[in-house]
C-alpha cells in the first residue's frame, strides 16, 4: 500500500476577512455544491477537497497553500481591502503558481482588477463577481467555478486558449413532438449561445428530421448528455436511443423533469443519474436553465473526478488492478456485457455504497461490486472490536493556519462510523447532547446505516458523566429517538466527590467548586470509557473551553497512552490532537499545552486548578510534558497495527478518505 496520497483534485480558496460577507456567500455556494452534503451522508454528490484560507485580522495574511493533490485549483478572492492592505497584497503578489498549482482570481469589486498588473495574478483572467445579479450570485458563483475547476482539474488546456476548447459539450435530448422538451431545449440552447455561458457549455441537439449516424454518435461520446423529460419523451425511440448511446459509452448525464401530464413508463435506462424539476411554463426562466447548467456541470466534473480518484486509489492498491472502474452505481446492461466477455469478476464504484436489496442482483451474475472503502462486512470484520471516538470542535482562528473546514470533522466522523459499525464494531462515545454536536451526528449515522444494510448488529455506546444525564427531558427524547442503536453508559461520581453532592440532581458549572466538581465526573467517564475499548481515534479538540481537568482530548489521549491502548492521531485538523502530533514529530513543544498557556486561556481555570491541587487532582503540565515527550513512536505505531511510514502519514494528512483508510487498515490489522 502507498504511503503517499495525492488525489486528483483539491480546492483552495482565499480571501481577506473584511469581505466575509461576499465571500460567505459564495463559499456557501462552494461548500454545498463541491462537498458531501452531512445532512445527507449517503448522498451521491460531488466530494473535492477544500481548503480555506483567511484570517481573524484585517492585517494579518495566511499560510500559503501548499501542493496538496495532483492539481491545486486556487480560487483568489480580491478586492478593495486585498489591494488597500500592504501585506495581503504582498501576498497574493507572492502565491505560488505552477504546474500543479492553478490560480483563479476572482474579483469581488471592480478595485480587485488591480491585482493582474503584478505578480502571480499578472495578466490572469479575472472572473468579475461583482458583475454578478444580486438575485442569482451563487448560482452564477458555482457555474463560474465549477468550470475552472473542469478547465484546471480535468483538461489539458492549451497555450492562448480562449475557453472555448475547455468548455464542456452538451448534448440536448428532446422529444421533438410536443412543445414543453422541444422548446426547453431551444431556450436553454439559446440561452448559452447568446450569453457568456458559451464560454462554458458548447450545446448541441438533433433537428427534426436528423439522421442518427455515426455523427451523432461521435457528438455524444464526447458529450455530457441532458435528457429533457416531456410526457412523450421516454416513449420516442430516438430519444431512448440517445440514452442508450450515452450509458453504452459511460457518459456523464443528468435528467430534467419537465412532465406536464403524465408518462405512462419512465425508460430504465436515463435512471441511475441527477434530476433536476423545471417549471412547466414557456419559455423557461433564466434561473431554471442556471439551474440545469449547474446541475450539468457538477455531474460533468462528478464523473470526471470519480474515475481519477479511482484510478488513483487502483494504482494505490486499496482497489484490485483487474478491477473494472465505473463513476455511477453499476447497471444491468453493463455488468452482462462484462459478464459476456468471461474475464470482469470485480467492478468498483465511488462511495457511498447503494443499499444492498437494490444490488442483490449483482451476484447473481457471480460479478461482485463494491466501493474504495466499502466491500461485505463479512469479509472485512473488525471481529467486534470495541473502538472509541474523541472528536470535538477545535478554535477557529479565522484559517489563518487551521485550513480544514468545520464541516470535514464531522463527516470525519461521519465516515468513521459508518465503516467501523458495518465491519461489526461497536462504536463507543464520551459525547453530550447539544443540537447539532457530534454524538447526533454518530447516532443519525447509525440509524441510517441499520436500514441501509438492514441489520440489528449496529451499536454504539454513549458515556455520560454526572450530572450531564441528569437533565432528564433530555435524556429521555435521546433514548427515544436512537434506542435502536445506542446503549447510554451512565458513569457514576467518583467516590472522592460523592457525598459532597446530591446525585440525584442537576448540578450547573456555575462555580469553582461546581467546576471542579464536574472536571473529577468527566475524567472518571473517560477512564471507564478507554477501559472498556480496545482502540481510540482522536482527532480536532477544543483547547478552551472546556468543564474538565484539562483539555478533554488530551486528557484521552494521555489515559490512552497510559493504559497502552492503540491510538489514532489525526493531527492536520487541529486543534488539541494537532498539537500532540507537533509533539510527536520532535517540534518545538507547544505553547497551548503548557499550564501558563491554559491559565490565560480559560476563565476560571485558576480557580479550578487551585480546588484541584488541595485534593491532588490537578492537571500537572510538567508530566504531561514528560509523557509527550517520552512516548515510542516505534511502539505506538505496533500498537496500532500500522508501519510507522503510515502512522506518521495518518498524523499529517488533511484528506478524511485517506484517514479512514488507514484507520480501517489498522483495525483490520489488530483484529486478525
Known amino acids: 500500500m502507498s504511503s503517499t496520497y495525492r488525489p486528483p483534485l483539491a480546492v483552495h ?45 484585517p492585517d494579518i495574511v495566511p499560510a500559503f497553500p501548499k501542493e496538496l493533490a495532483v492539481r491545486n485549483v486556487m480560487f483568489v478572492f480580491t478586492s478593495v481591502n486585498t489591494r488597500g492592505h500592504d501585506s495581503w497584497n504582498d501576498y497574493i503578489r507572492s502565491l505560488p503558481c505552477t504546474d500543479s498549482i492553478r490560480i483563479v482570481p476572482v474579483a469581488l469589486s471592480r478595485e480587485g482588477l488591480g491585482h493582474g498588473e503584478e505578480g502571480s495574478l499578472k495578466s490572469l483572467n479575472f472572473i468579475r463577481a461583482y458583475e454578478w445579479p444580486t438575485v442569482s450570485m451563487q448560482q452564477h458563483a458555482i457555474l463560474s467555478m465549477a468550470h475552472e475547476i473542469y478547465r484546471h482539474g480535468f483538461v489539458e488546456i492549451k497555450e492562448n486558449d480562449k475557453g ?78 440517445e440514452i442508450l448511446c450515452a450509458k453504452e459509452h459511460h457518459r456523464p448525464m443528468i435528467a430534467v423533469d419537465c412532465l406536464e401530464d403524465y408518462e405512462d413508463r419512465i425508460f430504465p435506462a436515463g435512471s441511475n443519474v441527477p434530476c433536476v424539476h423545471v417549471s412547466l411554463e414557456v419559455p423557461i ?5 442556471l439551474r440545469v447548467l449547474t446541475a450539468t456541470i457538477l455531474e460533468t466534473i462528478r464523473h470526471h473526478h470519480a ?41 468498483c464504484y465511488p462511495e457511498p455504497p447503494i443499499y444492498s436489496e437494490e444490488g442483490d442482483w449483482h451476484h447473481k451474475l457471480e460479478i461482485d461490486t463494491f466501493t474504495p472503502l466499502w466491500s461485505r462486512p463479512e469479509n472485512v470484520s473488525l471481529d467486534c472490536r470495541r473502538v472509541g471516538i474523541s472528536i470535538s470542535d477545535v478554535p477557529n482562528d479565522g484559517f489563518k493556519e487551521s485550513h480544514i473546514p468545520a464541516s470535514q470533522l464531522k463527516r470525519l ?44 448488529e449496529i451499536h454504539v455506546e454513549n458515556y455520560l458523566a454526572w450530572p450531564i444525564y441528569k437533565a432528564n427531558k433530555e435524556m429521555i427524547a435521546w433514548r427515544s429517538n436512537f434506542r435502536a442503536v445506542m446503549k447510554s453508559i451512565e458513569i457514576a461520581i467518583p467516590d472522592d466527590i460523592a457525598g459532597d453532592v446530591d446525585k440525584d440532581n442537576f448540578l450547573p458549572p456555575s462555580t469553582p467548586q461546581n467546576n471542579y466538581y464536574w472536571s473529577r465526573c468527566l475524567t472518571e467517564m473517560r477512564l471507564n470509557s478507554i477501559d472498556s475499548s480496545h482502540a481510540r481515534i482522536c482527532a480536532g479538540g477544543k483547547l478552551f473551553g472546556y468543564n474538565g481537568k484539562m483539555p478533554g482530548i ?8 497510559d493504559k497502552k491502548k492503540p491510538i489514532f492521531l489525526l ?35 485558576i480557580d479550578r486548578q487551585a480546588i484541584a491541587r488541595a485534593q491532588g487532582m490537578h492537571a500537572d503540565y510538567e508530566q504531561v510534558k514528560t509523557a509527550l515527550t517520552g512516548i515510542n513512536i516505534p511502539a505506538l505505531c505496533k500498537t496500532s497495527g500500522l508501519d510507522e511510514e503510515l502512522f506518521r502519514r495518518l498524523m499529517d494528512s488533511p484528506f478524511v478518505d485517506e484517514c479512514v483508510h488507514l484507520i480501517v487498515h489498522g483495525l483490520k490489522s489488530l483484529a486478525s
Open 285 to 289: 426562466s433564466e434561473s431554471d436553465i
Open 571 to 605: 493531527g492536520a485538523f487541529g486543534g488539541v490532537v494537532g498539537e500532540v502530533c507537533k509533539v510527536l514529530r520532535g517540534e518545538t513543544y507547544p505553547e497551548p499545552l503548557t499550564e501558563t498557556w491554559q491559565l490565560t486561556h480559560n476563565a476560571g481555570y
Open 554 to 561: 488530551l486528557e484521552e489521549i494521555l489515559i490512552a497512552i
Open 307 to 347: 474515475l481519477k480518484s479511482l484510478e488513483f486509489y487502483q494504482l494505490s492498491g486499496w482497489i484490485d488492478k483487474s478491477c473494472v472502474l465505473v463513476s455511477r452505481p453499476p447497471e444491468i446492461r453493463h455488468l452482462i456485457a462484462l459478464k459476456a466477455e468471461g474475464k470482469i469478476k470485480q467492478v
Open 164 to 241: 472555448k476548447s475547455s468548455s464542456i459539450k452538451i448534448f440536448l435530448s428532446h422529444a421533438k413532438s410536443g412543445d414543453t422538451g422541444r422548446l426547453h431545449a431551444e431556450s436553454i440552447k439559446r440561452f448559452i449561445d447568446n450569453t457568456n455561458m458559451s464560454h462554458f457549455f458548447d450545446a448541441m441537439d438533433i433537428s427534426p428530421g436528423f439522421r442518427f449516424d455515426a455523427e451523432i454518435t461521435k457528438h455524444i461520446k464526447e458529450s455530457t448528455l441532458v435528457a429533457i423529460g416531456s410526457d412523450a419523451y421516454s416513449s420516442r425511440y430516438w430519444c431512448q436511443r
Open 413 to 456: 466522523a461521519q465516515d468513521l462510523a459508518r465503516h467501523i459499525l458495518a465491519r461489526s464494531g461497536t462504536l463507543l462515545y464520551g459525547g453530550d447532547l447539544r443540537k447539532d454536536g457530534f454524538t447526533e451526528f454518530l447516532l443519525e449515522e447509525a440509524i441510517a446505516l441499520k436500514n441501509r444494510i438492514n441489520t440489528d
Open 13 to 57: 480558496i482565499i480571501w481577506h476577512p473584511s469581505d466575509s460577507d461576499t465571500a460567505g456567500s459564495i463559499l456557501e455556494a462552494a461548500s454545498k455544491h463541491l462537498s458531501r452534503d452531512i445532512s445527507r451522508p449517503f448522498s451521491r454528490n460531488l466530494n473535492i477537497p477544500i481548503f480555506l484560507y483567511s484570517s481573524n485580522s
